[in-house]
């Protein structure tokens, strides 16, 4: 019997003037452990006139995680954070009861030819933490845990696996892990997991059980405790999962929450513009992304 469960096709989703390909939310599978949102950016070629703008926008009851393979990306929230996040380092916000933030290409890039590639994540936060205070954490990429072994390369992004833990803040137990091949290698890492556990091959190919899977896909394990794979030369993969909430998380837009109150009022704050409930951004306080009409009515 395989232990794949459920295999999810990259599907493309418009951020605005970018496409990027969305792995979760899936209507079969709607979070892995407390990871309840997965975007893989790019990787996009931009001209010299093409720039990344998403200007303010508000989330609650989450934490989002940016991790750029290629490219830069300039970050401003409300809590007053400016900062520029390159290939290999981590971002790690904190939403709580509520925060705006925005994503832009950093000024000195904006007219010169460019690539971008990464993933944006959403990481639900424990009841007890989706009211806190918002806060955000920068982590250089020369912080994160990596270790060799054989031709394997690993680095832990964010949570604990392996005996090693990363300084990115995080709230729950989970884990995000790249593994790096330079020659076709064998890799059984259930005993390290735990929770629940999917799989992104950026690169190459990971052989299961017989079967070949390439990119673009999503692998949701049914059992993490037996994962086991074969990974191709120059095979790039990342795990995802942790432990999950015993709560459902629901999300409406830019906002998660386990109590759809707490949503609702988000929805009614964020299309008043209520500043004492969603700050401005210092220095990008001059647009914002308004509330779809849509999510406004829907239940």
Same mark, same amino acid.
């Given at each position: 019997?395989?232990?794949?469960?459920? +295999?999810?096709?990259?599907?493309? !989703?418009?951020?605005?003037?970018? *496409?990027?390909?969305?792995?979760?939310?899936?209507?079969?599978?709607?979070?892995?452990?407390?990871?309840?949102? @997965? &975007?893989?950016? $790019?990787?996009?070629?931009?001209?010299?006139?093409?720039?990344?703008?998403? =200007?303010?926008?508000?989330?609650?009851?989450?934490?989002?995680?940016?991790?750029?393979?290629?490219?830069? @990306?300039?970050?401003? &929230?409300? @809590?007053?954070?400016?900062?520029? +996040?390159?290939?290999?380092?981590?971002?790690?916000?904190? !939403? $709580?009861?509520?925060?705006?933030?925005?994503?832009?290409?950093?000024?000195? *890039?904006?007219?010169?030819?460019?690539?971008?590639?990464?993933?944006?994540?959403?990481?639900?936060?424990p009841k007890d933490l989706e009211q806190s205070e918002p806060t955000f954490h920068h982590t250089e990429a020369d912080e994160?845990?990596?270790?060799?072994?054989?031709?394997?390369?690993?680095?832990? +992004?964010?949570?604990?696996?392996?005996?090693?833990?990363?300084p990115v803040p995080v709230h729950s137990k989970l884990f995000f892990i790249e593994i790096k091949t330079k020659t076709a290698?064998?890799?059984?890492?259930?005993?390290?997991?735990?929770?629940?556990? %999917?799989?992104?091959?950026?690169?190459?190919?990971?052989?299961?059980?017989?079967?070949?899977?390439?990119?673009?896909?999503?692998?949701?394990?049914?059992?993490?405790?037996?994962?086991?794979?074969?990974?191709?030369?120059n095979a790039t993969v990342y795990l995802f999962g942790g432990e999950p909430f015993d709560e459902e998380r629901f999300i409406?837009?830019?906002?998660?929450?386990? &109590?759809?109150?707490?949503?609702?009022? %988000?929805?009614?704050?964020?299309?008043?513009?209520?500043?004492?409930?969603?700050?401005?951004? =210092?220095?990008?306080?001059?647009?914002?992304? =308004?509330?779809?009409?849509?999510? *406004?009515?829907?239940?």
């Open positions: 019997m395989s232990n794949i469960g459920l +295999i999810i096709e990259e599907k493309a !989703a418009d951020i605005g003037n970018f *496409l990027v390909g969305r792995l979760l939310p899936f209507r079969e599978k709607r979070a892995v452990g407390p990871f309840v949102f @997965i &975007d893989h950016m $790019g990787p996009s070629e931009l001209k010299d006139y093409q720039n990344l703008d998403v =200007p303010p926008h508000p989330h609650i009851g989450l934490s989002t995680l940016t991790y750029l393979l290629e490219g830069s @990306i300039f970050h401003r &929230d409300s @809590i007053g954070s400016a900062m520029e +996040i390159k290939p290999g380092a981590v971002n790690w916000m904190t !939403a $709580g009861k509520g925060v705006v933030h925005s994503e832009r290409t950093p000024e000195y *890039l904006r007219d010169t030819d460019k690539r971008l590639h990464g993933f944006q994540i959403w990481v639900g936060l994160l845990p990596t270790w060799e072994e054989g031709d394997v390369h690993y680095k832990l +992004i964010a949570g604990e696996a392996f005996s090693r833990t990363s290698q064998k890799i059984s890492i259930g005993k390290d997991l735990y929770g629940e556990a %999917a799989m992104y091959v950026l690169d190459g190919t990971v052989n299961i059980e017989g079967n070949t899977y390439g990119s673009k896909q999503l692998l949701i394990a049914k059992d993490t405790q037996l994962c086991e794979f074969e990974m191709s030369e409406f837009w830019n906002f998660v929450n386990s &109590d759809k109150e707490l949503l609702e009022q %988000a929805k009614v704050n964020w299309n008043d513009q209520n500043h004492d409930a969603f700050p401005l951004v =210092p220095e990008d306080d001059q647009e914002y992304v =308004p509330l779809p009409k849509a999510i *406004l009515n829907r239940k």
